[in-house]
């Protein structure tokens, strides 16, 4: 039996890893393999390692957390959570594990506005996140590909970053093609919207796809309403990462300075909760 289960081998679930390492405690993490960020060539606005190559971090965390003996890490999915009286059980292919305490580090996947060409700059010149793309086109114009009320706000954001930005609604545009430098959006009205990059709103779901019997409480914003300490509805059930949401926060923090902070406290709180029992 181990003391905890972590599903997902993002910076949250390796950094819950690291800490229950630490503490000696015996612990698994479940790496499927999927990542939201897994198109994304270059991380930023992340503290001693802005620019770096996601996949890079991963792979540096894995061998950090490789070398704490109490943890084990396996390259599987899990396919589902149940909960009794006496522990939780993770089911992993045929095997039924069980743990004290599971964290929930699965994140989430992305899907992007139904326009052609979008899917293939992903991560690179399409982006939604100005705090951690939107340096990278500094001094050149931008394109918000977004219809919803945020579009002006996210506008006012890049201002003072970019050149000039863009409001353009989804439905106007028909293709999105790389250009040497840059992106060049075809729109209706048949002309051509040359940017250096495009922010869009994507909507998500969770990766986890046995949420629903594991009957874990959600938040209004579809994601795994938890306390600050990442405890869920479930006794022992913790989310961290993108998956989660907070109650003291508007919504889920997507950012990986986030995801690492909620992966050591859902990790602290899984210790706490060893001690008490």
Do not use: K
């Amino acid at each position: 039996m181990y003391d905890a289960i972590i599903i997902g081998g993002g910076p949250a679930g390796l950094q819950a890893a690291l800490t229950l390492g630490r503490m000696h405690r015996r612990t698994l993490l479940l790496d499927s393999g999927d990542y939201r960020n897994g198109t994304v060539r270059h991380a930023h606005n992340l503290l001693t390692n802005d620019g770096r190559d996601p996949a890079e971090l991963r792979r540096i965390g894995r061998d950090e957390v490789a070398a704490y003996p109490d943890v084990e890490i396996r390259d599987a999915a899990a396919s589902a959570v149940v909960r009794d009286d006496a522990a939780l059980t993770v089911s992993v292919g045929a095997e039924r594990l069980r743990a004290h305490a599971v964290i929930l580090a699965t994140g989430v996947v992305d899907q992007l506005p139904a326009i052609p060409g979008l899917d293939e700059q992903w991560g690179d010149r399409v982006a939604s996140c100005p705090f951690c793309h939107g340096h990278e086109f500094a001094g050149r114009p931008v394109a918000i590909v977004n219809g919803s009320d945020h579009a002006a706000a996210l506008g006012r954001m890049l201002a003072p970053v970019t050149s000039e930005v863009h409001l353009v609604d989804p439905a106007s545009v028909v293709r999105v093609d790389g250009t040497a430098d840059g992106l060049a959006l075809a729109r209706t009205d048949d002309s051509v919207l040359e940017v250096a990059g495009a922010f869009v709103a994507p909507t998500w779901r969770s990766r986890a796809g046995f949420l629903g019997g594991l009957g874990v409480e959600l938040q209004e914003s579809g994601a795994v309403r938890t306390d600050p300490f990442g405890r869920t509805s479930v006794e022992n059930v913790y989310a961290v990462g993108d998956l989660a949401h907070p109650d003291h926060l508007p919504g889920p923090m997507f950012s990986l300075a986030a995801a690492l902070a909620s992966g050591q406290l859902a990790a602290v709180a899984v210790v706490q909760s060893l001690v008490m029992d």
